[in-house]
């Protein structure tokens, strides 16, 4: 375990509501890296965690959505590191539909399949 992380999150997101479209496009970047990891392991500053993300909601009606989200992992699958703490290193696609009964609270996800690629 780290004794400090370092953290940097970038997400961009646009609604169609000018062009009558329901899609919500998203990309983000993502990167939480590991400090002083020599109190633990023979590691310096290590990634933790480095992807890109790129996603895209449809939304049926106010109440009803569905998701595709593709995780783009930058972490090297052949560094040791990653393999001896098992942290993964694999691509990620996941899909999801959402209902919300009262679009004012929180939504209630259903049907959320995550497909690991290698």
Excluded at 23 to 49: E, W
Excluded at 73 to 81: P, S, T
Aim: without cysteine; proline residues 5%; glycine residues 6%.
């Amino acid at each position: 375990m780290p004794t400090k992380t370092q953290n940097f999150e970038v997400v961009a997101q646009y609604q169609f509501d000018d062009f009558n479209l329901p899609l919500r496009p998203s990309v983000a970047y993502l990167q939480s890296k590991g400090k002083d990891l020599y109190a633990y392991s023979r590691y310096g500053d290590k990634d933790l965690v480095k992807y890109v993300d790129v996603g895209m909601t449809y939304y049926f009606n106010k109440n009803m959505s569905t998701y595709v989200d593709y995780k783009i992992n930058l972490l090297d699958e052949d560094d040791r590191f990653y393999k001896n703490s098992g942290i993964a290193t694999d691509d990620i696609v996941a899909l999801g539909l959402v209902y919300q009964s009262d679009p004012r609270q929180s939504p209630r996800s259903a049907g959320f399949f995550m497909f690991p690629l290698r």
